[in-house]
């Protein structure tokens, strides 16, 4: 791992970008990757990448993919636009929780408020105690209605950090149905910041479009696997005229390797609009989670 790009990042000035209420996971994510660092809750993605861009925030902690809900779509779709890059990435063990007014019980709630990937989270424990499911924007924005509403029968499923800083209790730990429930998180940044080459295991991120001849996907893709570079993410997007696919992809590896290079080389002779995102180290629970 990259320490010296850790540090670079950890030194860029100013607070950290997030989508959602304080108390998101969001929320939680900026604190185990910058510790005591001010944050800047945005209403939306597109806000939290302007802050950065825009100067009143030096970096945005964005999540990508959830091991159960999959990818967040909006982000992949802002992407392109972002003018940021990415210079990290963070794994969040994200634990669901049952919240609900200071001394009320799970016999109490009868509703529950949350964000609808949360919801889909944890279907089981909602169905088996017969809780009516309410969709709110977001996990952290969930809490803050409830703790207003000063209803009993009104709970949310948010975080433990959103109960502390809403008042309220936390009913029942851990509702959850996948233990497994892990997001990934972007960290982004103005600066195109990268590891040198050999310092540690790297991402690459980028974005392409194959040109529109029989087997395009294929030949594009080819020189990856004939140099050995390990492609650890590929997803398609349709473009607006449903004529062809863009395609986002990580792959394990540094530019400047020359297998990498060469497959490089080989995507774009077969694609066009090749947009790298950026070089960053992978995190080190990719090994503790199996997720390489």
């Known amino acids: 791992m990259s320490v010296r790009l850790l540090d670079a990042v950890a030194a860029i000035p ?33 806000a939290a990448f302007a802050a950065v861009r825009e100067g009143d925030a030096g970096l945005a902690v ?4 959830n091991s159960q809900a999959g990818r967040v779509a909006d982000v992949h779709h802002l992407l392109p636009h972002s003018g940021l890059n990415i ?12 919240l609900g007014l200071r001394g009320a019980k799970l016999a109490d709630i009868e509703a529950v408020h949350t964000h609808i990937h949360a919801l889909g989270q944890c279907r089981d424990f909602l169905r ?22 000063g209803d009993p029968a009104q ?10 800083i809403h008042g309220l209790d936390v009913l029942v730990r851990d509702v959850e149905d996948a233990r497994h429930n892990t997001t990934r998180f972007l960290i982004f940044t103005h600066a195109a910041l990268r590891p040198p080459q050999g310092d540690g295991e790297t991402i690459a991120s980028f ?26 993410k590929l997803e398609s997007y349709i473009d ?8 986002y992809a990580d792959i394990l590896g540094h530019p400047d390797d020359a297998g990498v290079r060469r497959a490089l080389d080989e995507l774009r002779f077969f694609s066009h ?19 390489d």
Not at 62 to 65: K, L, R
């Open 207 to 232: 974005l392409f479009q194959v040109r529109n001849v029989p087997a395009a996907l294929y030949k594009a893709l080819g020189g990856f696997a004939t140099n050995g570079v390990n492609m650890i």
């Open 62 to 65: 964005i999540p990508i993919d």
């Open 14 to 46: 100013g607070r950290i970008a997030f989508q959602g209420a304080l108390g998101a996971f969001s929320h939680a994510a900026c604190q185990a990757c910058f510790p005591g660092r001010e944050v800047l809750p945005c209403a939306s993605f597109e």
């Open 87 to 98: 210079v990290g990435e963070h794994f969040l063990r994200v634990r669901l929780n049952l």
């Open 273 to 291: 609009d090749v947009q790298l995102f950026g070089v960053y180290p992978a995190s080190p629970l990719r090994r503790t989670l199996g997720v």
């Open 128 to 149: 088996r105690h017969g809780l009516t499911p309410k969709v709110a924007g977001d996990t952290a924005g969930a809490a803050e209605e409830v703790a207003a509403w």
């Open 240 to 247: 607006p005229g449903f004529q062809q696919a863009r395609f």
């Open 155 to 164: 709970g949310a499923i948010a975080s433990t950090l959103a109960a502390e």
